[in-house]
């Protein structure tokens, strides 16, 4: 039995992950990583690390962060309390989509993750207080390899639910797309 409900989006491999819980009296299941189920979503390596984040207040916007190759990564990006706005970016070179964004709601409540591909920038803003992610990495975490946009970058034009709030001193001072910009080549 399957126990995800996976959906395209308008970005190629950009995919929605809705858990099916198991209930019962006592409360519920849920699966956060299948290699086997997710294999068909795109995730066809181990899970390299996984990280918790806990965002505490409501507006606060952390990203746009990716990892260029050899650490470009697949990101399965879980919200356990609260929810919150997470976008992907589009960063593949020659990608149709190029620099075009998505985004979706992601709860505790309504189970969903979003599985995104190498060649991504993600984001995320809290719409709530005391939220708290789980992030499933294919690659380690490489300083090295690791790039950011700015969350406000009008080349993007992201749409953000809430006034843009509680950017980290590095979030607040990255640079914003030039021309020279070269996205991600995989
Ligand atoms: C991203 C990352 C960071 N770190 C270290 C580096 C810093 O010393 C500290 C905080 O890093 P940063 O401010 O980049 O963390 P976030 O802004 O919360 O980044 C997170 O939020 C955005 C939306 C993401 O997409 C990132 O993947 C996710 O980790 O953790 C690690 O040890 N591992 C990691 O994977």
Same mark, same amino acid.
């Given at each position: 039995?399957?126990?995800?409900?996976?959906?395209?989006?308008?970005?190629?491999?950009?995919?929605?992950?809705?858990?099916?819980?198991?209930?019962?009296?006592?409360?519920?299941?849920?699966?956060?990583?299948?290699?086997?189920?997710?294999?068909?979503?795109?995730?066809?390596?181990?899970?390299?690390?996984?990280? =918790?984040?806990?965002?505490?207040?409501?507006?606060?916007?952390?990203? &746009? #962060?990716? @990892?260029? *190759?050899?650490? $470009?990564? !697949?990101?399965?990006?879980?919200?356990?309390?609260?929810?919150?706005?997470?976008?992907?970016?589009?960063?593949?070179?020659?990608?149709?989509?190029?620099?075009?964004?998505?985004?979706?709601?992601?709860?505790?409540?309504?189970?969903?993750?979003?599985?995104?591909?190498?060649?991504?920038?993600?984001?995320?803003?809290?719409?709530?207080?005391?939220?708290?992610?789980?992030?499933? =990495?294919?690659?380690?975490?490489?300083?090295?390899?690791?790039?950011? &946009? #700015?969350? @406000?970058? *009008?080349?993007? $034009?992201? !749409?953000?639910?809430?006034?843009?709030?509680?950017?980290?001193?590095?979030?607040?001072?990255?640079?914003?797309?030039?021309?020279?910009?070269?996205?991600?080549?995989?």
């Amino acid at each position: 039995m399957s126990r995800f409900d996976i959906q395209s989006t308008p970005l190629a491999g950009l995919q929605r992950v809705q858990r099916q819980r198991l209930g019962d009296a006592r409360g519920f299941l849920s699966r956060l990583f299948c290699a086997e189920e997710l294999a068909l979503a795109g995730w066809t390596g181990p899970i390299a690390q996984i990280n =918790h984040t806990f965002t505490a207040q409501r507006g606060t916007v952390r990203g &746009l #962060h990716f @990892q260029h *190759p050899p650490h $470009a990564e !697949t990101k399965l990006v879980n919200c356990l309390q609260g929810e919150v706005w997470d976008v992907a970016v589009d960063l593949r070179r020659g990608s149709p989509t190029y620099l075009q964004w998505h985004a979706e709601r992601l709860s505790a409540d309504n189970q969903c993750a979003l599985l995104i591909p190498p060649g991504f920038a993600h984001g995320f803003q809290a719409l709530t207080d005391n939220v708290e992610m789980l992030y499933c =990495h294919s690659q380690p975490y490489a300083a090295q390899s690791e790039a950011a &946009l #700015h969350v @406000q970058d *009008p080349r993007l $034009a992201i !749409t953000w639910p809430l006034p843009v709030q509680g950017l980290s001193p590095r979030d607040a001072q990255h640079a914003l797309i030039g021309d020279d910009f070269e996205g991600v080549h995989l």
